[in-house]
């Protein structure tokens, strides 16, 4: 059977998260099945990927943007937000303050994306055993209260990368 493949159909993709949380190692994993060590601060702007994923035989067109540099509240536009379909929201798993700022970060998103934006929470550097300082199961509290899914992934090791993008992918699938 022929694949049904809308070439058009771009699903607008962000990442968002406090800096150093590892948005764009996680974008560079899924990319090129990769780890480059070290920080991209010094990346100005915003850059984006494409990628596609197949869901269910069905190719999903991915435009995933990375938010360079500027990470603080309010920076990232109100136009940002608005054009995107999905919504990858990451913390680090060894970093208490990334972890409390993901309530500030759904108030924005809850204010600037459209009502029907896909989102999927990450606790990210699952790798980081002995640095730890957010439990999974808080992870999953808090996803549960605001009704979103949840995984722990890590950009390191490569665990649960395609498998977050790949849901993402799924849940546009369903909605379109
Ligand atoms: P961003 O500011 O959110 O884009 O974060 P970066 O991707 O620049 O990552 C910040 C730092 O965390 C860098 O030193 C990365 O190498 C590191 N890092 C990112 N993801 C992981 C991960 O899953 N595990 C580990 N151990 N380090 C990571
Ligand atoms: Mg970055």
């Known amino acids: 059977a022929a694949l049904s493949y809308d070439e058009e159909l771009l699903h607008k993709t962000i990442l968002v998260g406090d800096s150093g949380v590892g948005k764009t190692s996680l974008l560079v994993q899924f ?3 990769k780890f480059i060590p070290g920080s991209f601060s010094a990346t ?7 990628k596609v994923v197949t869901v269910d035989n069905l190719k999903v067109k991915l435009q995933i943007w990375d938010t360079a540099g500027q ?3 309010r920076s990232v536009t109100h136009a ?3 054009d995107a379909q999905a919504l990858l929201l990451l913390y680090d798993i060894t970093s208490k303050s990334s972890f409390d700022n993901i309530r500030a970060w759904l108030t924005e ?3 600037y994306a459209q009502r029907d934006v896909v989102i999927m929470l990450l606790g990210n550097k699952a790798d980081m055993a002995n640095d ?3 439990k999974r199961d808080d992870g999953e509290k808090l996803a549960r209260e605001y009704s979103v899914p ?7 090791t490569g665990v649960n990368v395609d498998l977050a993008f790949t849901a993402v992918a799924k849940e ?5």
């Open 31 to 33: 990319d090129q099945g």
């Open 44 to 50: 100005v702007g915003i850059g984006f990927t494409n």
């Open 71 to 73: 990470e603080r509240f």
């Open 80 to 82: 940002y937000y608005r």
């Open 109 to 111: 998103i809850h204010e």
């Open 132 to 134: 730890r300082v957010i």
């Open 150 to 156: 949840f995984m722990e992934t890590s950009a390191k």
């Open 172 to 176: 546009l699938k369903h909605r379109a």
